[in-house]
């Protein structure tokens, strides 16, 4: 089963940055597609943004634009989630899942799709926790 493990939250003043990580055992995060999500304490799970397989695109929620910035590094089998200005109401656990994969047997394989952000999000991290405040 795809591992995925999210780090970096932590607390951070108004108008800081943080970036958090997402990194994967045993399957190489090139291959998927990558989503970011966020859920504050009770409301619903929002997504952030979406980094397509390979080099196929990145794609936000429009109210994420701007200050929101997803990205990899596939030498460290890593995407990042960089995220500027940060707001209180940013304040929530973020989570990333894999997208554009599928189990056969104990194998997970790339699906056909050309992006993959529009598959199903089938594996989540444990997600980490990050909080705005002064």
């Known amino acids: 089963q795809v591992q995925l493990v999210e780090s970096g939250g932590n607390l951070v003043q108004p108008g800081g940055s943080l970036r958090l990580s997402c990194t994967a055992s045993?399957?190489?995060?090139?291959?998927?597609?990558i989503g970011w999500f966020r859920q504050a304490p009770g409301k619903e799970r929002e997504g952030v943004g979406c980094?397509?397989?390979?080099?196929?695109?990145?794609t936000y929620v429009d109210s994420m634009k701007g200050r929101f910035t997803i990205s990899r590094d596939n030498a460290k089998n890593t995407v990042y989630l960089q995220m500027n200005n940060m707001k209180p109401e940013d304040t929530a656990a973020y989570y990333c899942?894999?997208?554009?994969?599928?189990?056969?047997?104990?194998?997970?394989?790339?699906?056909?799709?050309?992006?993959?952000?529009?598959?199903?999000?089938?594996?989540w991290g444990q997600g980490t926790q990050v909080t705005v405040s002064s």
């Open positions: 045993g399957v190489t995060l090139a291959n998927y597609a």
């Open positions: 899942a894999a997208a554009g994969g599928f189990y056969r047997g104990s194998g997970y394989y790339p699906t056909t799709g050309h992006n993959g952000c529009d598959e199903d999000f089938n594996d």
């Open positions: 980094i397509g397989r390979k080099n196929t695109g990145t």
